[in-house]
């Protein structure tokens, strides 16, 4: 059953079905389109200095046990957090910088194979106006922010490619965005691989997303008993928020002890 927060139900008891349940939270948080506006391009986001000092202070207020959780890589993380470094999963799990701030990346080879969809892919960017190639190296996302009216048919072109690539690849579909990256590591599998280290273990996983690429890391914190808040009406979740600026309000609630276990 899914419950709504905070933009149409902001009541105490809609709030209290985030109280933990003998523990303490732990907070895994996407970052386009949950923690930021969805912008033209994948470039012009924009980290105002008040979100970055309110997940320091949700960090601080959780014992240091908040994560990002991105298809973004960390490197570009920590640009748009700076001067801040957080936990975090990058590049849809592919890597991932624990609370200590080891890295751990998943053991991927890139195939000639993959070189030659890589080549594709960027045809199909050139071919379609609008469509913007985002190249991580590991893994190709098209965007169609600015040309929306090309989703259908990207999204045929990059299947076509990928499928052509067999088991190992998969195709990531999220708002406005196609990305085609090994299938070795998930979201969830970022999550889970947290939740066996301090300070992640032994608390109660929250993830926060907007977006189909969310929806294995819900499943996963569903399973350990923790909760899934989907942002936006893109997809569903245990609970929801109407917005990245509800968010920041379920932080900031988090951090001011207001959701803290009774
Ligand atoms: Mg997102």
Redesign the pocket.
């Known amino acids: 059953m899914e419950e709504t927060l905070y933009h149409e139900d902001s009541s105490l008891a809609a709030r209290k079905r985030l109280d933990p349940v003998g523990g303490e939270w732990c907070l895994f948080l ?5 923690l930021l506006e969805i912008a033209p391009t994948p470039d012009a986001v924009v980290v105002d200095d008040s979100l970055k000092d309110l997940l320091v202070h949700t960090r601080h207020a959780l014992n240091g046990a908040v994560a990002l959780v991105s298809g973004r890589g960390i490197a570009v993380l920590d640009q748009l957090f700076a001067p801040h470094r957080f936990a975090a999963a990058g590049l849809h799990g592919l890597e991932r910088r624990d609370a200590s701030g080891a890295l751990h990346v998943a053991p991927v080879d890139i195939d000639p194979a993959f070189e030659a969809a890589r080549e594709a892919l960027a045809g199909v960017a050139e071919a379609l106006p609008g469509v913007l190639l985002e190249d991580k190296t590991v893994s190709v996302a098209l965007h169609c922010r600015a040309t929306p009216q090309h989703e259908p048919v990207l999204r045929r072109l990059v299947q076509a490619i990928a499928d052509g690539l067999g088991p190992r690849y998969q195709v990531l579909e ?2 406005r965005v196609l990305e085609v990256k090994p299938a070795i590591a998930t979201k969830a599998d970022a999550i889970r691989a947290f939740l066996l280290e301090p300070p992640f273990i032994g608390r109660r996983p929250v993830f926060v ?3 189909i ?2 929806l294995d890391g819900f499943a996963a914190v569903e399973g350990l008993g923790g909760l899934s808040v989907a942002v936006g009406d893109r997809v569903d979740a245990q609970l929801r928020v109407a917005s990245p600026r509800d968010v920041r309000a379920l932080l900031s609630d988090l951090s001011e002890g207001r959701l803290a276990a009774p």
């Open positions: 996407d970052v386009d389109g949950t999220g708002k997303g907007d977006d690429t969310d």
